[in-house]
């Protein structure tokens, strides 16, 4: 092939021709000339054939044998503190910790279940032990259990502030600390508590010569564990575990021995996705687009872990694979004609609209249909239940919150910061990723409606989601041409320095984050599934975003979770 003719595709159909450089691309239509702005994406490090190599260590009867055993043991390890509430309580944290927890479901339920029946018979000796009485509220807390913020009344000085006297516990603050990011609206104990527990950690960092301690502080105030996704949090903390003093072998090594199993279950959903995104064409045919498999996979195990969620992991992985494909097309390559030709292409969800489209906008909407369809066929035939309606309904929301956004870009408007949210809580994709994961993970969907009725839930954690992206995308999204963000907004609007928008949208979060916990207390509409992954998208943004743009140009902290998760087993030396 002639080098010139390279990252040239023709289609006599459509009549145009795509020059695509590192610069621009030009597309001529007849005579016309549309000079193309590019993302500049840089190709994805991680090569299908790379990913078709992997191979895990962790399967057949050796494993089983091995981890029933020990299984065995940690039930024992049950029964020898039954008597002692607290101890039983530090148990079940280090199995939620240590990423174990699932495989214990029942008896957590009924340990957790006890000690709240029992909870106003404590003693004197328990409820002036801050480590004790917060650990308990958040186990509780976390599992469904109605319990009050005034259990943290005895730590308070007649001034109804916090003691200072709890600075000599610092296991204590820091359990009150992770506590307190469980509160809902109107709690201000919990509040009051957060503020409290933050100064004195950020304190006592700057004097802390121990460097397990600082490490375990550190980690606590770059996200609170309530903030935090679980697995990549139990990579973490089955290293930090292995250091403990009185550290249990026998947790440290059913632990090991479960993540490399289930990462070995990662790879077998990570080639399924990278077979089906190779047989898509999207990277050959739309090179303008992110290529982020990798990147959408990691978001499908952050929002769903457990081994038992292969077929969500797989599905959700392409759902977002082809969130981002679109997104490149209305915000990096597609003419404002041509995303209205695709925005009506969506609304009607029929083939006979391609010839309508230009040839990258066939590929795109033909793998859509084709995926999403397939889908909800699945479902119809597991479930009974046809979803085509609602499934079809959350791509065309997308693709017009896609359209209003390249409108405001074209024409220069700046929305405020209001507008923007209203617009952009369904941009950011939230809303398509958890009315797929509703319908792929709830065991009855007889009602469907009832997600839309109640979709507090969705938007709440979209939000979160989409002002975690800005914090991290917004300054080089602006550099390559895009439409305000939430920080520019709140900086329009006000006038304030891009330091105190950051400072508010963080408070944001903050203050959403109170509302899915609300609405978590006082829902009892969905499956606790569906809430779990909910809360896990909004704890996936703050991840991906953390550091800067994980997701579309990519940060290391992100290689080396992907590396830690799926491609590097726990040395298994000592076991």
Not at 249 to 272: C, E, H, M, T
């Amino acid at each position: 092939m002639n080098p010139s003719m390279k990252g040239v595709n023709l289609d006599q159909n459509s009549s145009f021709i795509c020059l695509t450089d590192k610069v621009n691309s030009v597309t001529r239509v007849s005579n016309q000339t549309i000079v193309r702005p590019s993302g500049n994406y840089k190709p994805s490090i991680w090569k299908h054939e790379y990913i078709e190599s992997l191979s895990g260590e962790l399967k057949g009867e050796i494993y089983v044998e091995r981890f029933n055993q020990l299984t065995e043991e940690v039930g024992e390890l049950m029964n020898q503190i039954i008597d002692d509430p607290l101890k039983q309580l530090e148990l079940i944290d280090t199995l939620q910790r240590l990423g174990i927890s699932y495989h214990f479901e029942n008896e957590i339920k009924n340990v957790l279940k006890g000690i709240y029946e029992k909870s106003n018979e404590s003693d004197d000796s328990e409820q002036n032990n801050l480590y004790a009485t917060s650990l308990k509220f958040r186990l509780l807390r976390q599992h469904g259990f109605n319990v009050s913020q005034e259990i943290f009344y005895n730590f308070k000085d007649e001034m109804k502030n916090f003691s200072t006297g709890n600075y000599h516990d610092l296991n204590g603050m820091l359990s009150l600390y992770e506590a307190s990011f469980l509160c809902i609206y109107g709690e201000d104990i919990l509040e009051a508590a957060k503020h409290f527990t933050i100064n004195y950690l950020e304190k006592y960092m700057r004097s802390c010569k121990n460097e397990y301690e600082a490490s375990i502080i550190r980690h606590a105030l770059e996200l609170p564990l309530h903030w935090r996704i679980s697995r990549l949090d139990t990579r973490w903390f089955i290293d930090i575990y292995e250091r403990k003093v009185d550290m249990n072998p026998i947790l440290l090594q059913i632990a090991k021995l479960d993540f490399n199993r289930v990462q070995s279950l990662y790879q077998d959903d990570l080639k399924y996705a990278s077979r089906w995104w190779r047989s898509t064409g999207f990277s050959e045919n739309l090179s303008f687009a992110r290529d982020r498999l990798m990147e959408s996979f990691f978001w499908s195990v952050g929002v769903g872990f457990e081994p038992q969620l292969s077929y969500f992991r797989r599905m959700i992985t392409k759902v977002a694979a082809i969130i981002t494909t679109i997104d490149d097309i209305y915000d990096v390559y597609g003419t404002l004609d041509e995303l209205e030709l695709f925005t009506e292409a969506v609304e009607r969800w029929n083939v006979d609209v391609l010839d309508q489209l230009p040839y990258y906008m066939k590929i795109c909407f033909l793998g859509l249909h084709n995926s999403i369809n397939e889908m909800a066929f699945d479902v119809l035939r597991d479930k009974t239940t046809n979803v085509i309606q609602y499934l079809k309904k959350s791509w065309v929301d997308l693709c017009k919150s896609y359209m209003l956004e390249a409108k405001w870009y074209h024409t220069g408007y700046k929305p405020t910061l209001e507008e923007y949210l209203d617009n952009a809580w369904i941009s950011v994709g939230g809303p398509v990723a958890l009315v797929h994961a509703y319908v792929l993970t709830s065991p009855m969907l007889q009602d469907m409606e009832s997600l839309e009725e109640n979709i507090d839930i969705v938007r709440c954690s979209s939000i979160i989601l989409r002002l975690a992206d800005d914090l991290g995308t917004s300054t080089v999204e602006l550099e390559k041409g895009d439409v305000p963000k939430s920080i520019q907004c709140y900086m329009n609007d006000t006038g304030a320095s891009e330091n105190n928008a950051r400072e508010h949208i963080k408070s944001l979060i903050d203050e959403t984050w109170k509302k899915l916990n609300t609405m978590e207390v006082e829902n009892s509409i969905f499956p606790r599934v569906f809430i779990e992954i909910a809360k896990d998208l909004a704890r996936m943004g703050q991840c991906m975003y953390q550091y800067g743009d994980g997701h579309g140009t990519g940060c290391q902290e992100i290689k080396d979770a992907v590396m830690s998760l799926f491609i590097q087993p726990i040395s298994m030396q000592h076991i």
